[in-house]
């Protein structure tokens, strides 16, 4: 069993930026790590993903060229740099883990293709 952390959530402007931080209890150097998010009303929605040895990574069409997702393995870490924030961007943010070849193809947009849920983050993003 895996438990993720998320933290770095809060309250931003239109236009700012935050960082978001995915701690795992314990580090698996083939995962693929990712973050969802959910809006009040909507369905659980791919932003970004990434392979724990970094060379496959995916963003989801609404975030790219806003959002970098980026990992430190010795820490057992994945974060998430959001700059240019919209209101759209409103959600709970979710970390999530599972084998590496979810990395490997657009499985990695199906949520119930991952196996560990951390309990998520708030974003909140005033125009």
């Known amino acids: 069993q895996v438990r993720l952390v998320e933290s770095g959530g809060g309250s931003v402007q239109a236009g700012g930026s935050l960082r978001l931080s995915c701690e795992a209890s314990?580090?698996?150097?083939?995962?693929?790590m990712g973050w969802f998010r959910q809006a009040p009303g909507k369905e659980r929605e791919g932003v970004a993903a990434i392979s724990t040895d970094g060379n496959i990574i995916y963003y989801g069409d609404s975030v790219k060229g806003r959002f970098t997702i980026s990992q430190d393995n010795a820490k057992n870490a994945v974060y998430l740099q959001m700059n240019s924030l919209k209101p759209e961007d409103t959600a709970k943010y979710y970390c999530a883990a599972v084998g590496v070849l979810v990395c490997f193809s657009s499985d990695w947009l199906t949520e119930s293709r991952w196996s560990y849920w951390g309990q998520g983050t708030q974003v909140t993003v005033s125009s």
């Open positions: 314990r580090y698996h150097n083939r995962w693929c």
